[in-house]
């Protein structure tokens, strides 16, 4: 045990913290000093791995962070800017080519077969429909099932269109009400549906093909379904029942109660 000495009083007996190797003086071996040693070179891999997995879950986050700001912002903005530019085209082309039929099938992204405006979605509402329901249909405005009926034609015409993404075109679809009407122009003729059904109250599977044959018949005995009258003149509009991603369609049934010159 070493001695602490303060002016020749022992202080008492003290635990060392650090012996030093003490040699004569003048000799030339150094002090010894204490060392530390390195941490072990597989503790430093493991380190860096974990950063590594670190840095690779923070871009996997960015990027799919990335990824749904894109579907629920960029889209909207794409789409929106197509939509605009067809239906621009569209009344272009109605004005200055000669009459066509409703039939006739305009070659995509020339014009649109149609023209869709629902008062209760603002007065500068106006999207148009293509032909089909593909994504890149879809993406563009409205998409008119295949198979169904023209506008104003005996039947149902029926229409398809995002809720979300992609210019939301039915994104306010659940405020609408029986007695709204939804506007479909075509080259020379104005066809008025209005709506019979409240779309809250119908949401059918993905398979619930029903909706969209030229007299849908509900095969739930009860439920909601157009009057079950032959050769009327139907509109069908389908979008997702849900804002996010969902397999069911939320639906809403109407007729024609005037055509008019365009």
Not at 135 to 150: I, R, Y
Not at 216 to 222: D, H, L, T
Not at 225 to 233: D, T
Request: aromatic residues 6%; proline residues 8%; charged residues 20%.
């Amino acid at each position: 045990m070493a001695r602490l000495y303060d002016g020749g009083r022992a202080l008492g007996r003290v635990r060392p913290l650090l012996l030093l190797e003490a040699h004569p003086v003048g000799d030339d071996r150094a002090v010894t000093q204490p060392t530390v040693e390195d941490p072990p070179k597989r503790g430093r891999r493991g380190l860096k791995a974990l950063l590594w997995a670190g840095v690779a879950l923070v871009l996997a986050g960015l990027v799919m962070l990335g990824y749904v700001g894109w579907q629920l912002y960029g889209t909207n903005v794409v789409s929106a800017r197509k939509q605009k530019q067809i239906v621009e085209r569209t009344q272009q082309m109605w004005a200055a080519e000669p009459e066509v039929s409703v039939q006739g099938k305009p070659e995509r992204h020339r014009s649109a077969a149609a023209l869709i405006r629902i008062p209760a979605f603002g007065s500068d509402y106006v999207l148009p429909v293509q032909q089909g329901t593909s994504d890149g249909v879809l993406s563009e405005g409205f998409g008119h099932f295949d198979g169904t009926a023209d506008p104003g034609e005996v039947g149902n015409y029926a229409l398809a269109g995002h809720r979300v993404t992609h210019g939301e075109p039915l994104r306010n679809m659940p405020s609408l009400r029986p007695g709204d009407t939804v506007v479909v122009e075509t080259r020379t003729r104005r066809f008025t549906y209005r709506l019979d059904t409240d779309p809250n109250l119908l949401t059918v599977s993905f398979s619930g093909v029903w909706v969209i044959d030229p007299l849908p018949e509900n095969p739930v005995p009860g439920g909601l379904q157009p009057s079950q009258r032959a050769g009327q003149r139907l509109i069908t509009l389908t979008t997702c029942s849900e804002l996010f991603h969902t397999d069911n369609r939320m639906i809403a049934f109407g007729h024609l109660v005037r055509s008019a010159p365009r």
